[in-house]
């Protein structure tokens, strides 16, 4: 199956920083979702993107698929941007597989 | 916006005990998922359920696991004889169709003592 690698695995910013996480998946994929999962355990839908590129506030994804990554950028972070990061590509059979997720906080 | 709810919140059991952990997907969806996230660990696909049968199941999903839609609105997860290494976050997502994004539940955080 896909394999799913996520970086860097733990990422700590100065609220108001950038930062981009990256996702590399081993084999071609069909679609693509990023996940945030806040500190109750919940995980928030952020982007569906396949391919191209996605902008929501102060968050946005590109997917370039035919070179296997995908990367979330975060702009101007605030503390409730802290939590995990999971990237969740679908290949050709019907589940979504989970990265091994950026473990991000952001400090005040 | 319609969500996926899943009850309980959370749940405690003894080693051996049977559970059953409900989810109500998203109503016009017609695929559902269970994935399950051991503490601190990424998430695992568990199973996919399509048409009232499974489409497709990962090596954890042993014959410990079995899942059900037993009306039109709930889909259960039942674990016959629980471990200890059963203890985990269950989540519960539906879909439209295999392609679009899944919605997932807030979880059930299952342990088992």
């Known amino acids: 199956g896909i394999q799913v690698e996520q970086s860097p695995p733990d990422l700590i910013l100065q609220e108001g920083a950038n930062s981009t996480l990256r996702c590399n998946f081993s084999?071609?994929?069909?679609?693509l979702q990023w996940f945030h999962q806040n500190p109750w355990g919940q995980l928030i839908n952020l982007f569906y993107?396949?391919?191209g590129t996605k902008q929501n506030g102060r968050l946005s994804a590109t997917t370039v698929a035919t070179e296997r990554y995908s990367l979330l950028y975060i702009s101007s972070s605030q503390t409730t941007d802290s939590g995990v990061y999971f990237c969740?590509?679908?290949?050709?059979?019907?589940?979504?597989?989970f990265g091994t997720g950026t473990r991000l906080k952001v400090l005040a | 916006e319609p969500e996926v709810t899943q009850t309980p919140s959370h749940q405690v059991t003894q080693m051996g005990q049977e559970v059953i952990l409900r989810c109500v997907p998203i109503?016009?969806?017609?695929?559902f998922y269970w994935y399950r996230q051991i503490l601190g660990q990424k998430v695992e696909f568990l199973v996919s359920?399509?048409?009232?049968?499974?489409?497709?199941k990962s090596e954890i999903f042993d014959d410990q696991f079995s899942v059900e839609r037993p009306d039109g609105s709930n889909f259960t997860l039942k674990i016959r004889s629980t471990k200890l290494e059963d203890s985990a976050m269950y989540f519960c997502?539906?879909?439209?169709?295999?392609?679009?994004?899944?919605?997932f539940g807030n979880g059930t955080r299952l342990t088992v003592t």
């Open positions: 997502a539906s879909s439209d169709h295999p392609g679009d994004p899944l919605h």
């Open positions: 084999d071609s994929v069909n679609n």
């Open positions: 993107i396949p391919s």
């Open positions: 969740a590509p679908r290949g050709g059979t019907y589940k979504y597989i």
């Open positions: 109503s016009n969806h017609l695929y």
């Open positions: 359920f399509y048409n009232n049968e499974i489409s497709e």
